[in-house]
């Protein structure tokens, strides 16, 4: 009888082989001492693993990672409008809520957008993506000019211009959100798609919460100077465009020149 | 634009808050301790955020994450070469254990040898251990996870796990 490997055992107790073959391995293990206890060491790893990390799973989030994911609120207003919406239903639970609040967003985020009133809680890259102002302005603003986009009480200026793999057209900005003492600055790339106008595909902020410890410092990334130039470089073909070829481009509605 | 943006980011943040013990854990297993972990979750957690354009909807949003954890530790260890071998424990997670004096020596020492254990393995090594009989994944989804056959993962982690049954119970 050919020698069973460990890789087959450890299939075998993982679930992994067919029925043909679990079989097989079943009817040999009944008859085969030394196989069992090959089998049983790679359960026991199992099952010691489990208990040696079961503490993640055990224990509530830490408040820190909630507010990196979340921002300033963790329990932001959609929690809030679907924990209200949920409360007004028969059943309440939580997921169902979460999801209600985001669902909502779309027939709310209409009306709150053209009243010009942003919701606090709402995030910034959110906010920029569905701006009219901001398209407009990476349609036709020279890098190095500095335009103020009243929403967002923010300095725009596009840093530069240049094509991706796909050689789509894609801008590199920084927003000076309350420029003055205490102003932030946040960067990122916009892309522009045929007929579709600008996505948002990069969008880096500084973390405005004071977390009291070395947060993440512990891991910046390997070379880190500012992640959103890293990531213009690693999207970049060619070099970024001159003055004068930014300058047609959008004189021509940004089509391609010849 | 606006519409498809904004149902994009609130999903994907919800979606990332009801991961967040999956991916504390995975980063546990790569780590020496709980602290460790939780900035290298932190920093997970910012990089997919101003990434998360990139991510498409459909495709595994767990897997992208692992992904980006396993990555942010591999830059670490390139980038900071000190080696540390004295290993913090999780003290307060030993002390909660006094059901009889037997089983807190017990309990403390299955903790402690397991994760020092792991700390003898190789990340790729602790990775695929952690995607398979920590969080349940197939050889398949881990391979595809990690970007590497299921043959060096089914080879590797019988390798990784007879090993670490020999550190443990020796």
């Known amino acids: 009888m050919q020698p069973i490997s460990d890789e087959t055992i450890m299939a075998y107790v993982d679930g992994e082989l067919d029925q043909e073959e679990a079989e097989q391995i079943a009817r040999a293990l009944e008859t085969d001492p030394e196989l069992r206890d090959r089998a049983r060491l790679f359960r026991e790893s199992t099952a010691m693993l489990r208990e040696a990390y079961s503490r993640p799973l055990e224990e509530e989030v830490p408040e820190r990672l909630l507010r990196t994911v979340r921002g300033r609120m963790t329990r932001s207003w959609t929690d809030r409008l679907g924990e209200f919406l949920a409360s007004l239903l028969p059943r309440k639970q939580p997921a169902f809520a979460a999801a209600l609040g985001c669902v909502l967003i779309l027939g709310l985020g209409l009306i709150l957008y053209f009243s010009s009133f942003p919701p606090a809680g709402m995030d910034r890259a959110s906010r920029l993506a569905g701006s009219n102002a901001f398209s407009r302005a990476l349609e036709t603003l020279p890098s190095g000019r500095r335009l103020l986009l009243q929403e967002f009480h923010s300095e725009l200026i596009v840093l530069r211009t240049f094509q991706d793999r796909e050689l789509r057209f894609c801008r590199q900005f920084e927003m000076i959100h309350d420029p003055g003492p205490g102003e932030t600055i946040s960067g990122g790339i916009a892309c522009r798609n045929q007929g579709d106008g600008w996505s948002l595909v990069f969008f880096h902020e500084p973390a405005r919460i004071d977390t009291g410890n070395s947060g993440s410092a512990g891991f910046e990334l390997a070379g880190s100077g500012d992640p959103v130039d890293a990531e213009a470089e690693a999207m970049r073909t060619g070099p970024p465009l001159t003055p004068e070829q930014e300058a047609q481009l959008i004189a021509t509605g940004w089509e391609m020149t010849p | ?170």
């Open chain 2, 1 to 170: 634009m606006a519409r498809k943006m904004r149902h994009g980011a609130c999903a994907f943040r919800d979606e990332l808050v009801t991961l967040l013990p999956r991916l504390r854990r995975f980063a546990l297993s790569l780590c020496r301790n709980m602290e460790e972990a939780d900035d290298l979750v932190q920093a997970a957690c910012e990089r997919a955020l101003a990434r998360q354009h990139q991510w498409r909807p459909g495709s595994r949003l767990d897997s992208w994450l692992f992904r980006i954890i396993y990555n942010l530790m591999l830059d670490r260890k390139k980038s900071m070469r000190h080696k540390n071998p004295h290993i913090p424990l999780d003290e307060e997670r030993l002390a909660a254990r006094t059901i009889n004096g037997v089983r807190t020596l017990e309990a403390r020492w299955q903790l402690e040898s397991v994760m020092a254990a792991m700390e003898r393995l190789r990340q790729q090594e602790r990775a695929i251990i952690s995607l398979v009989c920590l969080d349940g994944m197939s050889y398949r989804e881990a391979a595809d996870t990690l970007q590497i056959p299921v043959g060096t993962v089914m080879s590797r982690l019988a390798r990784a796990r007879k090993r670490l049954h020999a550190l443990v119970t020796a």
